[in-house]
């Protein structure tokens, strides 16, 4: 028995979310993924994914590994080119390396980095539409990266769970989050031990709330401490979001 590691970036626009749906035919990332690498090593392959990314987020560092029979990879670049030649051309394998087998993408991680992207110009500009949430409105800046950093540090962040999740705790670390701007693009880069469902779309969501001054920045604390799901900002958009990295 062999384990393999396998790091990945996808464009999710055209996907609903990476992991298999049962009972359903819409397509996802580890759908194809997994009938490739079927297709290759001749025998049935499930993979095991670091994060569960939903419909329409985007990766360039998605980690996953599966468990084989039979040893595929005594040089990575041609196993890399023989499964990225069996998906479609907005699934990418980027990496491949032979892991222990006790090694499990999702458990053994130790933090994950996400970008949150907005497109704050008048227009929404066409080659970035599908990546950035467009918000058109005037937005002040300082006090975003104000609120932002309320959220540094261990929190029970129930206020930012998304309906639907089914986590055992909703205490999380977040170690760093830095806000940066370019152009009219305000970047958020998340960095922490784990994410609640839509925890970083809702987050993006209340912060772009701050910049509209619909939120005060000090209100943070208190969204924080309640609990409550309805006091904090919307859901922002899937398309902004990227996994950006993994680690271990």
Same mark, same amino acid.
């Given at each position: 028995?062999?384990?393999?590691?396998?790091?990945?970036?996808?464009?999710?626009?055209?996907?609903?979310?990476?992991?298999?749906?049962?009972?359903?035919?819409?397509?996802?990332?580890?759908?194809?993924?997994?009938?490739?690498?079927?297709?290759?090593?001749?025998?049935?392959?499930?993979?095991?994914?670091?994060?569960?990314?939903?419909?329409?987020?985007?990766?360039?560092?998605?980690?996953?590994?599966?468990?084989?029979?039979?040893?595929?990879?005594?040089?990575?670049?041609?196993?890399?080119?023989?499964?990225?030649?069996?998906?479609?051309?907005?699934?990418?394998?980027?990496?491949?390396?032979?892991?222990?087998?006790?090694?499990?993408?999702?458990?053994?991680?130790?933090?994950?980095?996400?970008?949150?992207?907005?497109?704050?110009? #008048?227009?929404?500009?066409?080659?970035? %539409?599908?990546?950035?949430?467009?918000? @058109? +409105?005037? !937005?002040? /800046? =300082?006090? *975003?990266?104000?609120?932002?950093?309320?959220?540094?540090?261990?929190?029970?962040?129930?206020?930012?769970?998304?309906?639907?999740?089914?986590?055992?705790?909703?205490?999380?670390?977040?170690?760093?989050?830095?806000?940066?701007?370019?152009?009219?693009?305000?970047?958020?880069?998340?960095?922490?031990?784990?994410?609640?469902?839509?925890?970083?779309?809702?987050?993006?969501?209340?912060?772009?709330?701050?910049?509209?001054?619909?939120?005060?920045?000090?209100?943070?604390?208190?969204? #924080?401490?309640?609990?409550?799901?309805? %006091?904090?900002?919307?859901?922002?958009? @899937? +398309?902004? !979001?990227? /996994? =950006?990295? *993994?680690?271990?």
């Amino acid at each position: 028995m062999f384990n393999t590691k396998l790091v990945i970036a996808y464009k999710g626009t055209n996907y609903c979310g990476f992991q298999v749906q049962n009972k359903s035919n819409n397509p996802t990332i580890q759908h194809y993924l997994n009938g490739a690498l079927t297709k290759i090593f001749g025998e049935e392959i499930t993979t095991h994914m670091a994060s569960r990314t939903d419909a329409g987020v985007h990766a360039n560092g998605q980690v996953v590994n599966f468990k084989h029979l039979k040893d595929r990879l005594p040089e990575p670049q041609r196993l890399i080119m023989a499964i990225n030649a069996n998906l479609p051309k907005d699934i990418r394998v980027l990496e491949a390396e032979k892991v222990s087998l006790d090694f499990h993408s999702r458990y053994n991680a130790k933090g994950k980095l996400y970008s949150y992207t907005i497109d704050n110009h #008048i227009a929404q500009r066409p080659l970035t %539409k599908e990546f950035t949430w467009h918000v @058109p +409105q005037p !937005l002040q /800046l =300082e006090n *975003i990266k104000k609120g932002a950093k309320y959220f540094l540090g261990t929190h029970d962040f129930t206020s930012f769970r998304g309906s639907g999740a089914t986590t055992k705790t909703t205490v999380r670390t977040i170690t760093d989050f830095q806000v940066l701007e370019e152009n009219r693009y305000i970047k958020f880069l998340i960095e922490g031990n784990g994410f609640l469902y839509n925890m970083v779309r809702i987050i993006a969501g209340t912060l772009i709330e701050v910049g509209k001054g619909k939120i005060k920045a000090e209100e943070i604390p208190r969204i #924080i401490e309640v609990k409550d799901r309805k %006091k904090a900002g919307p859901t922002a958009p @899937p +398309q902004g !979001l990227i /996994l =950006e990295k *993994i680690y271990y």
